[in-house]
């Protein structure tokens, strides 16, 4: 196939996905009125914490040290990440789990005000324990949690950039 042929197709392709409705996954963007957001409720070190910084980031965004300076109020009442055993081997050892990220959480706008009320998200994955790979059960127990955790930042961000949207609108 000639070089100039590869060339076309790939300008025809390039044209007609952004004219089928196709955009890429995964990016969000914040409006510029709301783009300075406090956590409120858990620590700035805490895992989710930081991978909620991070998406916000992503969006435009950042968290704030300060409530004063902020656009909104992301409160977390509280964090749970539980597990339980839903079979058991023939030895009475545990073999299937479900595990469990829970998060309760409010947005309210700069004045105090619930944009979003206090609702909970929860994540639930199963995994199954191989008792013959038990040095490997808490790293891949681990690697489930943390894609569990990083699934709840993406959620309340959602939910945050709704919620201010529609805050937004209902002011105008």
Avoid at 112 to 138: F, S, T, W
Avoid at 156 to 171: E, G, M, W
Wanted: contains cysteine; aromatic residues 8%.
């Amino acid at each position: 196939m000639p070089k100039v042929f590869k060339g076309g197709v790939l300008w025809v392709v390039m044209l007609v996905l952004p004219a089928c409705g196709f955009h890429t996954r995964g990016t969000l963007a914040l409006p510029a009125e709301m783009q300075k957001v406090y956590l409120a409720g858990i620590a700035p070190n805490d895992p989710f914490a930081q991978d909620f910084s991070q998406l916000l980031t992503q969006a435009g965004g950042s968290l704030t040290q300060d409530p004063k300076q902020a656009n909104s109020t992301l409160r977390i009442f509280s964090i749970a990440q539980p597990r339980r055993a839903i079979t058991l081997s023939q030895a009475g050892r545990a073999t299937e789990y479900d595990l469990f990220f829970r998060i309760v959480m409010q947005v309210s706008d700069a004045k105090g005000e619930a944009v979003l009320p206090q609702q909970e998200i929860e994540i639930k994955r199963d995994y199954y324990n191989d008792q013959r790979l038990i040095i490997a059960q808490g790293e891949e127990e681990a690697l489930i949690r943390a894609e569990m955790r990083r699934e709840a930042a993406q959620a309340v961000l959602r939910r945050l950039i709704y919620a201010l949207k529609n805050a937004d609108r209902a002011a105008r």
